[in-house]
C-alpha cells in the first residue's frame, strides 16, 4: 500500500487498559474511547447477485448454508436486544439483502419494536422495482443504492452482469414509494470508472438523488486492494471541482455522519465524500455489526468477533446476550489501523460482513 498519506485517526485518544468489558450496570453499547454505538449494520444474507470485481471473484463465494443463518426469529430477538442497548437506526446489508425471501417480513417485524428504530437498507437496486413500495408499506425508512457508473458497458465490465436498467428501475421506484432521500453509494477506482464521476454526479442531480463516493477500502475477497489503484478523496474533489461548484458544509453539522458533504452549485443538492482510507473518521464511528450467521463485529476491519448463534440456540437469555454485545463493543480499537504496519486485512470479505 503506497502511494498515499495516510493519517492517523482523526481525535484517536490514548487507549484505555483493556478490560472484561464496561462498568456493571452500563445500559448501552460504551467502548473503552467515548464512543457509544447507536447505529447497527445487520447482514440478512453473504449471498450476491451481482459480481463487482473489487468485491468477489467471477465464480462468488462459497455462500453460508441455511442452517448457518439467524433464523427470522432469532434476527429479530438479537435487533431487540441492540435496540434496548440504545441502537436508534438499523441498516440492512447483505451481500444482497433483497435476495433473502423473508425480507419485507423482516423489515415490518423490526418496524414493531419498541422504540421503533429508523430502518434504512443497502442495496445493489437489482430487483428493487418489485420491492420498493412493499418494504416502504411494511417500514423501511430509507435506502442507499450502490452505483459505481451510468455508463452501461463500464457497469456490465465492473458487475460482470447487464444489469443497469434494472438498477436505474429500482431507482425509480424507491423514489416514487417515499424511500427519500434515495442515496447512490459509489466507488471510484483508478483506470475503471474515474473518469466519469462528473457524469454520474450530474445524472443522480438530474434525478434527485444524494450521490457518496466512497474511497475503495481492502475488504475485496480476493485479497488484491492496492492503494495505488484507488482514487482518494482529494483526487474526487479535484475531478468534481472541474464541473461543479463545491461549497463545504459546517464540519459541526457532520456529527457521526461518515461523508464530508458539499453544496453543489450553491445548492440545494449536495455531494458527500467519504473518506474512509485517507481521513478515517473512526474517532465519531457509532456503528456496530450483526453478520447473517450471528457474529457481532465492532468494526469493519476487526480480526475478532464474539459469536451471538451459539448461545442464543443454547437457551441463552436476552440479558446474556446484552452483556456478549457490550463485551464486543467494548474491545474495539481507536481505530481500523490502513495503512499502518501491523494492518491485516479481515479474512471474511464485504459480501459477508455486511458493510
Known amino acids: 500500500m503506497t502511494g498515499l498519506p495516510f493519517p492517523t485517526v482523526r481525535g484517536a485518544s490514548t487507549a484505555l487498559e483493556a478490560a472484561g468489558g464496561p462498568p456493571e450496570g ?14 447497527l449494520r445487520v447482514s440478512v444474507t453473504d449471498r450476491c447477485n451481482l459480481r463487482c470485481r473489487y468485491c468477489m471473484p467471477a465464480e462468488g463465494l462459497p455462500w453460508l448454508a441455511k442452517p448457518e443463518m439467524l433464523t427470522d426469529d432469532e434476527l429479530v430477538r438479537v435487533i431487540g436486544v441492540f435496540v434496548r442497548l440504545g441502537v436508534r437506526q438499523v441498516r440492512l446489508t447483505g451481500g444482497e439483502p433483497m435476495l433473502r425471501r423473508s425480507l419485507v417480513d423482516v423489515v415490518r417485524r423490526v418496524a414493531a419494536l419498541e422504540p421503533r428504530p429508523r430502518i434504512a437498507m443497502t442495496t445493489n437496486g437489482v430487483g428493487l422495482d418489485r420491492l420498493a ?22 457497469f456490465a465490465d465492473l458487475t460482470r452482469r447487464d444489469r443497469l436498467h434494472d438498477v436505474e428501475a429500482g431507482l425509480k421506484a424507491a423514489a416514487t414509494a417515499g424511500l427519500v432521500p434515495v442515496k447512490v453509494n459509489a466507488v471510484a477506482m483508478r483506470g475503471i470508472n474515474d473518469e466519469s464521476v462528473t457524469d454520474l454526479l450530474q445524472w443522480c442531480l438530474d434525478r434527485g438523488y444524494e450521490l457518496r ?3 475503495q477500502m481492502p475488504l475485496d475477497a480476493q485479497h488484491g486492494w492496492d492503494a495505488s489503484t484507488m482514487v482518494s478523496s482529494q483526487e474526487l474533489h479535484e475531478r468534481l471541482a472541474e464541473r461543479f461548484r463545491l461549497t463545504p458544509l459546517p464540519q459541526e453539522d457532520r456529527g457521526s455522519a461518515p461523508a464530508e458533504r458539499f453544496l453543489v452549485d450553491g445548492g440545494p443538492a449536495t455531494v458527500g465524500i467519504i473518506a474512509s482510507v485517507t481521513a478515517p473518521f473512526c474517532a465519531a464511528c457509532d456503528r456496530t455489526r450483526l453478520t447473517a450467521d450471528g457474529q457481532v463485529r465492532n468494526c ?29 463493543m467494548w474491545r474495539k480499537a481507536p481505530g481500523h489501523g490502513i495503512g499502518t504496519s501491523d494492518f491485516v486485512q479481515p479474512v471474511r470479505p464485504m459480501s459477508a460482513i455486511g458493510g
Open 26 to 39: 452500563t445500559v448501552d453499547l460504551p467502548d473503552r474511547y467515548g464512543r457509544v454505538a447507536r447505529d
Open 133 to 154: 413500495q412493499p418494504l416502504a408499506d411494511a417500514g423501511l425508512d430509507r435506502v442507499n443504492v450502490s452505483l459505481d457508473t451510468i455508463d452501461p458497458q463500464e
Open 213 to 215: 463516493f466512497i474511497e
Open 300 to 328: 469493519l476491519f476487526s480480526q475478532k468477533e464474539t459469536d451471538l448463534r451459539g448461545p442464543l440456540r443454547d437457551g441463552a437469555s436476552d440479558d446474556d446476550l446484552a452483556r456478549l454485545i457490550q463485551g464486543e
